[in-house]
C-alpha cells in the first residue's frame, strides 16, 4: 500500500531532550517536506528536500533540523526542543517538485514540558 | 516571502448550497495552486489544484479559479453534502530554486443538514 509514515504519533518530552521524529515513503518519491499545523496558522513547512543529500529552509526552519540519506526518509530533528515546538507535525511528500499531490503522512503530536 | 490570506475564516451553509472560500497570494513567481482537505483528526487531503498557465479547473462538483493578475483564487463547491464539513486549506507554491508552499490559514466549513 502506497503511504507515508511518521513515527511516533504522540509524544511528550522536556525541554532540551533531543528527538527525532521519522518519516518514510514508499512511493519513490522525490519531494519531502515538513509542516507543522497551529491552531489559527494554518501549515507552516519547516523544511523541503528535493532529492537525496538536497534539503532547503521553509518558512519556520528555527529550532529544527533534516536530513535526507535515503529517498524514503526525511527523519526531523528537535535539538533542544522548548515549549514553542510543541504543535502537529505533518510529512508530505509528492511525486516531484514541480508541483503535484502531496501525500501527508498521519500526523505528530508533540507536547514539551 | 510569499503569504497566503484565506478568507472567511469560518463558512456555514445550508445543505445543497454552494461554498466559495477565496484566497490571495503576493508573490507573482507562485505556480502552482493546490487546495487541501482536512477532516478532524485526520490528515490533509488534496482536492484540487491548478497550475498558473490555467484559469479554471472543475472536478464534479468542486471547482478552482485562478486569476492571475489579481493574484486571487477561489474554491467553489456546489450542491454541498454534510460530509463536505471539514477544514479547507489554500495553497501557493513557489519553484524558483526550490519549491516551497505556503498554506492559508484554512477555512472552516459546515454543511447543515
Known amino acids: 500500500e502506497a503511504q507515508v509514515t511518521q513515527n511516533p504519533r504522540y509524544l511528550i518530552t522536556v525541554t532540551g531532550k533531543k528527538l527525532t521524529v521519522t518519516c518514510s515513503q514508499n512511493m519513490n518519491h522525490e519531494y519531502m517536506s515538513w509542516y507543522r499545523q497551529d491552531p489559527g496558522l494554518g501549515l507552516r513547512q519547516i523544511y523541503y528536500s528535493m532529492n537525496v543529500e538536497v534539503t532547503d529552509k521553509g518558512d519556520v526552519p528555527e529550532g529544527y533540523k533534516v536530513s535526507r540519506k535515503e529517498k524514503r526518509n526525511f527523519p526531523l530533528i528537535l535539538e533542544s526542543p522548548s515549549p514553542n515546538q510543541t504543535s502537529l507535525y505533518f510529512c508530505?511528500?509528492?511525486?516531484?517538485?514541480?508541483?503535484?499531490?502531496?501525500?501527508f503522512g498521519p500526523g505528530t503530536r508533540l507536547l514539551v514540558l | 516571502g510569499e503569504n497566503v490570506e484565506q478568507h472567511p475564516s469560518t463558512l456555514s451553509v445550508q445543505e445543497g448550497d454552494s461554498a466559495v472560500i477565496k484566497c490571495t497570494y503576493s508573490?507573482?513567481?507562485?505556480?502552482?495552486f493546490p487546495w487541501y482537505k482536512q477532516e478532524l483528526g485526520k490528515r490533509p487531503q488534496l482536492i484540487i489544484d491548478i497550475r498558473s498557465n490555467v484559469g479554471e479547473k472543475k472536478d464534479q462538483r468542486i471547482a478552482v479559479t485562478l486569476n492571475k493578475t489579481a493574484k486571487h483564487f477561489s474554491l467553489h463547491i456546489t450542491e454541498t453534502q454534510p460530509e463536505d464539513s471539514a477544514v479547507y486549506f489554500c495553497a501557493a507554491s513557489i519553484n524558483t530554486g526550490g519549491f516551497k508552499t505556503i498554506f492559508g490559514a484554512g477555512t472552516r466549513l459546515f454543511v447543515k443538514a
Open positions: 508573490d507573482s513567481a507562485s505556480n502552482y
Open positions: 508530505a511528500s509528492s511525486l516531484s517538485f514541480t508541483g503535484g499531490t502531496q501525500y
